[in-house]
């Protein structure tokens, strides 16, 4: 399992008399990742997506978008 931490960094603003407090990530702690684990991340993703466009879509969400189209020709 690849885990990861993310650091941030938190900036006041000062905007309109008002403060408020903005994080972000700071571009030295973000982590990367080696070819190899983002190569088996891109082949993984890639088969599961394959995999999604095989199944066909569920009768209960053509229906819904069957409802949307149908109110939105009736407005």
Known sequence: ???TSVRLTGRRLNQG???RT???RKTSDRPS???EVSACLGERLRASYKEMM???TP???I???ESLNAKEKSE
């Open 1 to 3: 399992m690849l885990t």
């Open 17 to 19: 008399g008002s403060s």
């Open 22 to 24: 903005r994080l972000r």
């Open 33 to 35: 990742l080696s070819p």
């Open 54 to 56: 095989r199944d066909p």
């Open 59 to 61: 009768d209960r969400f």
């Open 63 to 65: 229906r819904i978008l």
